[in-house]
């Protein structure tokens, strides 16, 4: 590990306009589980390190519009847990208990799940190729071992799967993020923060370097909505998805009202399946349905060499999530 | 014997110890003055080192010397032999040259005066070099068949014959992929110069051969080594012989004249820490119509590396587990450039049994016959190989107990008939077998004026519980109580004591500890019956021990701590000598068992998981029942990683290793742990030793793969014959 600077925040204002050198260079750090690994790999060389830990982003509280909002140091543990979420959103808190394992959990926050770094083994070794990590390198995954690589949003410059499944539920939800930079307060909403890799897989997302997430706010819930997550993986826990489904469904008298679908494990950012819930409002809540869907959600896909297994391995996970989501749907 | 202590279920003595951090692990070592080693890895596997850029290593704070090819001692290979218990699992010197063999190869140790700063500057060391291509990543990616090693062949009878005029027979070939050891503590080592003397503490399976290696290699008498080792936080084969990251740490603290410790990242310790090498198996088998075999044939190939000639013996099972005339096993080995494969848990034979064990369910599948009723048609009541008598095989139990309480007769033979719900249920099973092994042993053993006995024997605990099997021991014969019993292992100055490796030790260092305390009682009674003795004038050969003292046929009793105080000793001692003797010549010696296993596949989700293992082993005596338990359990655990998960990912283009770390390599966690029922089945073997007992690392995890496999096949009517089972492979696509 390189030797960095490291201060604690007092408060967001000060967080955010402490001194830094070049993009790149500082670092917020929360729980540190994506960072601390990644500067030990030195991967991530963080010359400055802004501790955010006394920051007052602890609250999960419903707005008055029924909207939830969620501190940024909120832990994976808390929000998996909090009553508002187990009982209005209980897809997020399936999501949540579905990644790494509780003690990662109990470290990590709200906020750094949403910049966790992708697991891929090339972007995590110094000598090999990679384009996240070293600009114009090049990308060893796509002709090396891309098991675990992603089918949807791929470029010809990074196949790098989006590794959270917070993300997931989140981008199903529907929310928005809040923003603090030197120059204020804005908002943007959650399908639109992380980027896709296209030419610049380095670029991951919409935030600015000096800028600091301070909130999550999720849409109200979807009202009478069946929701289930399915992570598929190679073991039952502490293991990265191989596919996941996040889907909520609401069923009126055997038709689907409206359906949500973000799938995990198979794209470079969380991926809402926007098209194929667009296919399943007011059709049947029947297995046709669901296939036709997921069909259309992977209509997309690219494989590779090793990971041509995910295309119908998503399939299955989409189906069986709509299955469980209608089926716990309160009026089906 | 009846026994009160042995035999019976006992708490582990050195339990307290790891819980209140007073186990002395290898990285919690300190020395003062003592600086940090960190190796800098190459980053091609095949190849040559051209240039070193160490300047701004160099600067960067903390750093007192980066070590590498023309900076280095000149030192001497180890001869690398078991017989002088020199061996190694690396025979080329670290910096010797500057060619590179295999990803991960240490082309610099940089040490500095904090391990955070050691690391930095590892990383700021840049390397030019120049690549070959041509780099095999693994056997599993050629079709190399390596070369024929006559050492490893054995044949009776006309196996080609019987195949050819055999009415049913089955013609397979298996692969599996190359293993991670993933032992929880990385291999570490602080190597300390105090007097011309070097005192090494090493996470090691084996003190005395890393002790006599160091000695080797430094240039050095037998008696200015010193190898400690008392906690190890497993190894399971990968600790058994010296690594150059041990050599490179005792090189660099011996330039600089300051303790050097170096701990091996996981990354290094998975890259060049040794590893199960990958294997490809080829079985044929034939039978006639009542299931009886006519012929069995079992070729191998197995890696190898550029700097080892380590082989996996992968037949060395298949003569003696079935009765057939016709028989012949042979192996070749292939080298590959990664770091060198070495023992893992059961090595070769948890292979080899795999691939008899399927194509034995396969072979079934063709007789339309039970697996388990072709394994009884087939069993063997002696050594088919040796043919001698066994010593103790009671295999025909563990069948009839496991196949019970696993409820094997409502097994329905066809693929995918069992039900339930979205899931489909299999079921499969296999024979487990594993050598009983025994080696040549000594042992001090120490009466105190304080009533406490010490008992010495330069072997180690592993984890595996051996502190509490020599302090059963010695309360089994002595009558003191446990707490009063200090056993001392893991320094290679001791009594020469075992490597902990083939399941040897129990049998190996019990009978030593035995000696060495039965002499420690003629020394007492020679102090109790001489002048002044409590017991003066009496015949020594009259006097017995019981409850920690001396007693005579007229009920005197005086207790060994009284004895010594009496006349002002302190102690007595005792060194014994034990070593297996004419009973190799008389009978065959191998522990056997059974695993019945259930799997559960979801088809509609891809989802195959463990669901159940039952298994009965028989080991002969079990000394300590519960860590014995723990050991079979442990390796059905590990023999679910094998089956299903567990993969050394070499990129094939370049060799490099990809999963690297506990996240992408992928071990069973606690949630696939399946309800897990082991029997030991208690027939001691008293053949073999004076205590009955065979060892029982190992053997748990020899078949376990077979069974899941088979079990497997029978929930999807898919026959996958390379391991791990990924879901890929089983899915519907």
């Given at each position: 590990m390189r030797n960095f600077a490291f201060s604690s925040a007092e408060n967001v204002d000060q967080a955010v306009s402490s001194e830094r050198g070049n993009a790149g260079e500082a670092s917020y750090i929360a729980g540190g589980t994506t960072l601390i690994d990644l500067v030990k790999l030195d991967v991530m060389r963080?010359?400055?390190?802004?501790?955010?830990?006394?920051?007052?982003?602890?609250?999960?509280?419903?707005?008055?519009?029924?909207?939830?909002?969620?501190?940024?140091?909120?832990?994976?543990?808390?929000?998996?847990?909090?009553?508002?979420?187990?009982?209005?959103?209980?897809l997020l808190s399936?999501?949540?208990?579905?990644?790494?394992?509780?003690?990662?959990?109990?470290?990590?926050?709200?906020?750094?799940?949403?910049?966790?770094?992708?697991?891929?083994?090339?972007?995590?070794?110094?000598?090999?190729?990679?384009?996240?990590?070293?600009?114009?390198?090049?990308?060893?995954?796509?002709?090396?071992?891309?098991?675990?690589?992603?089918?949807?949003?791929?470029?010809?410059?990074?196949?790098?799967?989006?590794?959270?499944?917070?993300?997931?539920?989140?981008?199903?939800?529907?929310?928005?993020?809040?923003?603090?930079?030197?120059?204020?307060?804005?908002?943007?909403?959650?399908?639109?923060?992380?980027?896709?890799?296209?030419?610049?897989?380095?670029?991951?997302?919409?935030?600015?370097?000096?800028?600091?997430?301070?909130?999550?706010?999720?849409?109200?819930?979807?009202?009478?909505g069946g929701s289930h997550y399915l992570k598929l993986r190679d073991r039952a826990s502490y293991e990265f998805a191989l596919a996941s489904a996040a889907a909520m469904v609401a069923v009126e008298d055997g038709v689907i009202r409206e359906a949500r679908l973000a799938l995990g494990g198979v794209a470079t950012k969380p991926w809402r399946a926007v098209e194929a819930e667009q296919a399943l409002a007011g059709k049947p809540a029947r297995t046709e349905s669901f296939e036709k869907a997921a069909e259309i959600a992977l209509s997309d896909a690219v494989p590779r060499e090793h990971n041509a297994f995910k295309v119908p391995l998503a399939r299955q996970a989409i189906v069986r999530a709509l299955e469980k989501a209608s089926a716990a749907s309160k009026h089906h | 014997m009846d026994t009160q202590v042995i035999g019976h279920r006992t708490p582990r003595v050195d339990g307290e110890f790891k819980l209140t951090g007073r186990a002395d692990y290898t990285v919690d070592w300190q020395a003062q003055n003592m600086l940090y080693g960190y190796p800098v890895p190459a980053s091609i596997a095949h190849g040559t080192l051209e240039k070193l850029h160490l300047d701004t290593a160099r600067a960067m704070p903390g750093v007192v010397d980066i070590f590498h090819h023309g900076h280095f001692p000149k030192l001497y290979r180890s001869p690398n032999s078991p017989t002088h218990q020199d061996q190694v699992s690396e025979v080329r010197l670290p910096f010797e040259d500057e060619r590179i063999h295999y990803d991960g190869q240490y082309i610099a140790l940089v040490v500095a005066e904090s391990f955070e700063q050691a690391r930095a500057a590892a990383h700021a060391v840049h390397a030019d070099y120049r690549r070959e291509s041509g780099a095999i990543a693994s056997l599993l990616d050629t079709d190399r068949e390596g070369r024929l090693l006559a050492s490893e062949g054995a044949s009776r009878g006309d196996p080609e014959k019987a195949f050819d005029e055999a009415p049913v027979k089955i013609d397979h070939t298996y692969h599996i992929a190359a293993e991670s050891h993933m032992q929880m503590e990385v291999h570490a080592t602080l190597a300390e110069w105090r007097d011309e003397r070097l005192i090494v503490h090493e996470s090691s399976q084996g003190v005395v051969y890393q002790h006599k290696a160091m000695a080797r290699i430094f240039g050095l008498p037998d008696e200015s080594v010193e190898v400690v080792s008392h906690y190890i936080g497993s190894g399971f084969g990968n600790k058994l012989f010296m690594w150059p990251h041990a050599v490179a740490t005792a090189g660099a603290a011996q330039m600089l004249g300051r303790p050097v410790k170096t701990i091996l990242s996981r990354q290094q310790d998975m890259e060049s820490g040794g590893n199960r090498p990958a294997s490809r198996q080829r079985l044929r088998l034939a039978a006639d119509p009542d299931g009886r075999l006519v012929s069995m044939r079992h070729d191998s190939t197995t890696e190898t590396s550029f700097v080892h000639r380590y082989v996996d013996s992968l037949g060395s099972a298949t003569p003696s587990l079935y009765a057939c005339d016709n028989v012949a096993i042979s192996q070749r080995l292939l080298e590959v450039h990664h770091g060198t494969p070495c023992p893992m848990r059961a090595p070769g034979e948890t292979s080899g049994i795999h691939a008899l064990e399927t194509a034995l369910d396969e072979l079934a599948v063709e007789l339309e016959m039970d697996p388990l009723e072709l394994r009884r048609r087939n069993y063997a009541d002696q050594d088919p190989a040796s043919e001698l008598p066994w010593s103790s095989k009671h295999l025909d139990d563990c069948y009839t107990s496991a196949a019970k309480r696993f409820g094997w007769e409502r097994r329905d033979p066809a693929p995918g008939a069992m039900r339930d719900g979205d899931e489909i249920i299999g079921w499969g099973m296999a024979t487990a077998s594993w050598p009983a092994l025994r080696m040549p042993c000594a042992a001090r053993v120490e009466l105190r004026d304080d009533g406490s006995v010490m008992a010495a024997c330069g072997t180690q605990d592993i984890g595996t519980g051996t502190y509490t099997i020599v302090a059963q021991t010695v309360a089994e014969l002595s009558g003191v109580p446990l707490k009063d019993i200090e056993v001392r292992l893991g320094e290679s100055t001791l009594p020469a004591g075992p490597l902990s490796g083939g399941s040897m030790v129990t049998a190996t260092a019990l009978p030593a500890v035995a000696a060495a305390l039965r002499n420690a009682f003629d020394a007492l009674k020679e102090v109790a019956t001489g002048e002044g003795g409590a017991f003066e004038g009496s015949d020594p050969e009259s006097l017995e021990i019981e409850g920690g003292a001396l007693k005579d046929d007229q009920g005197k009793r005086v207790s060994f701590g009284e004895m010594l105080t009496q006349q002002k000793?302190?102690?007595?001692?005792?060194?014994?000598?034990?070593?297996?003797?004419?009973?190799?010549?008389?009978?065959?010696?191998?522990?056997?068992g059974a695993h019945f296993v259930e799997v559960r596949w979801d088809p509609g989700i891809s989802r195959l998981r463990v669901a159940r293992v039952v298994s009965s082993i028989d080991i002969g005596r079990a000394i300590n029942p519960s860590a014995a338990r723990n050991q079979v359990e442990g390796s059905i655990v590990m023999g679910i990683g094998m089956a299903l998960t567990e993969k050394l990912d070499y990129d094939p283009r370049d060799a490099r290793l990809i999963n690297n770390n506990y996240a992408d390599y992928i071990v069973p966690c606690h949630a696939d742990m399946p309800e897990i029922g082991v029997e030991l089945l208690d027939n001691p073997d008293y053949a073999f030793n004076e205590f009955g007992a065979r060892g029982v690392g190992e053997i748990g995890l020899t078949g376990i793969a077979a069974a899941i496999g088979n079990a497997v096949y029978h929930a999807t009517g898919k026959r996958i014959r390379d391991l791990p089972i990924t879901l890929e492979k089983v899915m519907d696509t």
């Open positions: 963080p010359v400055q390190v802004i501790d955010l830990n006394r920051l007052p982003l602890r609250e999960v509280e419903r707005l008055d519009d029924g909207r939830l909002r969620i501190g940024a140091l909120v832990s994976n543990t808390d929000l998996a847990h909090h009553p508002l979420v187990t009982q209005h959103y209980p399936q999501a949540l208990l579905a990644g790494a394992s509780t003690q990662l959990r109990n470290m990590a926050s709200t906020g750094g799940n949403v910049m966790q770094r992708t697991r891929c083994p090339y972007f995590r070794d110094v000598a090999a190729a990679c384009n996240k990590r070293a600009p114009g390198s090049g990308c060893d995954a796509l002709e090396g071992v891309n098991r675990m690589h992603a089918l949807l949003g791929t470029s010809e410059h990074c196949i790098a799967t989006h590794p959270s499944d917070m993300c997931v539920a989140m981008t199903a939800l529907g929310a928005t993020l809040t923003l603090e930079g030197p120059n204020g307060t804005r908002e943007i909403a959650f399908g639109d923060f992380h980027r896709l890799p296209m030419d610049r897989p380095d670029l991951e997302h919409e935030l600015e370097p000096d800028e600091l997430i301070t909130h999550v706010t999720l849409d109200t819930p979807v009202v009478g | 000793l302190g102690s007595v001692n005792g060194e014994g000598q034990a070593a297996p003797g004419d009973e190799k010549g008389q009978y065959s010696f191998r522990s056997f």
